[in-house]
């Protein structure tokens, strides 16, 4: 890997692994190149800003060309290179255009495979991200139990408790906290049942409500993720058994890791604790457990390793979430989750600060 | 166009191309495939979700296969599909997959191209977005009017006023009005002179700043762009010339728009004023006039067309900002924005509300 040369193209607001490799942040398309160093090609209008926050070399696009693709052509016939490593989801278009110049371009699926192994910084990151994740959930907590039910729907003060109240009362404590989660979901009844449902309307008593917030930090720019079932009143039987079973499947997945285990035994592991307590585990139905275990978090909420049927194996410096759950299609759904660090010798939770309880009364 | 096959890959939050095609909004990659009719193909967790939410039909990609690429072989060669127009920007790794199977993909640049014009619908959220982000300007010129000068330094109450303040402030007001502008620009000082400089620190008197925010609305995903320079104080002679000179280009620009015009005869135009005036226009250089004209705008920042030295024309139902500025590298900056929409004989402002003044005790 280390004789490679690699390139990348793209704005690094949706490229982590520009901003990972440049630590500069923009809206607008840039190059990473890595050889002969490390440097950026960013707009002259960005020349200035990159000079000052990027961890690289930078230097000027249009000293080369007005389109991107041209101004690389230039860039890497000056430095007569030609045998050029990728990511999957370099543009084709200038993949093409720079094929047609006699370049060889390798497609790379893990380009950046440091991102897989967070330091002590990045864990700190995801730590800071966690627990604004664990403050929002608390508030949440303490919303829901001051709310008070009338003809079955929950009311906070004067108004009836909607998802969409909720959201906003999130979305205003993460901005105070320097972060973000656009796609929160904070879902209720029914809706539940559909894992990334992100809720809307009235809330009631006695019915799932799944929130699952995973912010990101405004300035470091890392996730936190974290997911928890609630019942206002007395939550049904069926529902109550299914919460169990998700919190001992999830604590049985947090007992088996440690580094070198493989990520299919894992979710195997939890499938089949499922189904052996008679729930279906059929990824391709929309009953039982049906989706993985986890997956890797850090600059992207979603990266690797996935926690799935797949051949990976868990690294020391992994950091994942474990997030089992269980849904009903037209009942009910519930997730819990949480975020933890992958040892030598086991695994290491990254704390939200949150309790595991399905009833809202037992929260102080 | 109409015969072609079109094929997208990629997340919906990233790619409005996808989220226009489907309003399917998700984190996760789907697929887009136009023939015989416009259907995606989502992940069995999303399915239900997608029924629900998309305005074209929807499909497991897990009825296909496990890996998004070999998914996509079997959904082409079902369907017989050979010749496929894909985006630029389309991932490269799925590219050569299918390219080993015979397929022929064609690269379109503009693969979307009613995304260019707004129909009613689309001009009413940039509306919204745009008072939006007018409620947000006039807050920030209600705090710097506020505000009172210690020092050379502004205090809004007993702090210092600095740059992450205001956009702490800003951010809470846009979450309240369901929209958000994470880089949005609150600069002051020699850091306005960087066009994109996002803004740090404390704000002093009789200095620039530069106010730049483009909200997107959570639920419509369309964008308003506003951006106004202010002093609280008294400003020096050249910022107060330049302010006017950048006031003076607007209008010129915004007096010569109407569906057919050239992009680079605007742009020229602008050009043209502000060399005549003294000022350099090189956008190679760090002083003067050194970006474009303006950009179109929708659901994302920067779309087609920009007006700036190429070889677009203006057509009706473009929505576009018109934002003239001048730099001077290690003193100050100016910048003035609005959003406007094509007509046939002229442009119409869509309004954000937020007069034009320099000086903020001019504001009532």
Redesign the interface.
């Not at 942040?25 to 607008?28: A, I, K, M, Q, Y």
């Given at each position: 890997m280390k004789n490679e040369t690699v390139l990348i193209v793209g704005n690094s607001?949706?490229c982590v692994d520009l901003f990972y490799l440049s630590n500069f942040?923009?809206?607008?398309d840039f190059v990473y190149l890595s050889a002969p160093s490390p440097t950026i090609f960013v707009s002259?209008?960005?020349?200035?800003?990159a000079k000052r926050e990027s961890k690289v070399s930078v230097e000027?696009l249009?000293?080369y060309g007005k389109k991107i693709e041209e101004a690389l052509v230039e860039i890497l016939k000056k430095r007569e290179l030609k045998n050029i490593s990728?990511p999957?989801?370099?543009?084709?278009?200038?993949?093409?255009r720079l094929k047609s110049e006699g370049m060889k371009?390798k497609?790379i699926?893990d380009i950046v495979p440091q991102r897989r192994i967070k330091n002590p910084e990045e864990v700190k990151k995801i730590s800071i991200s966690q627990r604004i994740a664990g403050e929002a959930m608390k508030m949440v907590l303490r919303i829901l139990k001051k709310s008070k039910e009338k003809g079955g729907i929950l009311y906070y003060g004067d108004f009836p408790l909607t998802s969409e109240r909720l959201k906003?009362l999130v979305?205003?404590k993460l901005?105070?906290l320097?972060s973000?989660c656009?796609?929160m979901i904070i879902s209720s009844g029914t809706q539940t049942a559909?894992?990334?449902?992100r809720g809307e309307g009235e809330i009631k008593s006695g019915e799932s409500i799944v929130v699952d917030i995973f912010p990101k930090h405004?300035l470091f720019r890392y996730h936190g993720d974290l997911s928890r079932t609630f019942v206002v009143g007395e939550p049904a039987q069926e529902l109550r058994e299914a919460y169990d079973h998700v919190l001992n499947a999830q604590q049985l997945a947090l007992s088996m890791i440690h580094s070198g285990l493989s990520c299919r035994e894992l979710h195997s592991a939890v499938k089949d604790y499922f189904s052996d307590h008679g729930y279906e585990t059929d990824?391709?139905?929309?009953t039982g457990f049906?989706?993985s275990t986890g997956h890797g978090i850090g600059l992207e909420?979603?990266e690797p390793p996935l926690i799935s049927e797949n051949d990976e194996t868990l690294e020391r410096g992994n950091v994942i979430t474990v997030e089992p759950g269980l849904y009903f299609?037209k009942r009910f759904g519930v997730r819990v989750e949480d975020v933890a660090v992958v040892h030598r010798d086991g695994v290491k939770i990254i704390e939200g600060g949150v309790p595991k309880i399905l009833e809202v009364w037992k929260f102080e």
């Open positions: 607001v949706n942040l923009s809206e607008d002259s209008m960005e020349f200035e800003r000027s249009q000293d990728v999957p989801y370099f543009p084709l278009s200038i993949a093409e371009l497609v699926s906003t979305s205003l901005i105070s320097s973000s656009e796609m559909i894992p990334h449902h405004t990824v391709k139905k929309s049906i989706h909420i979603h299609p």
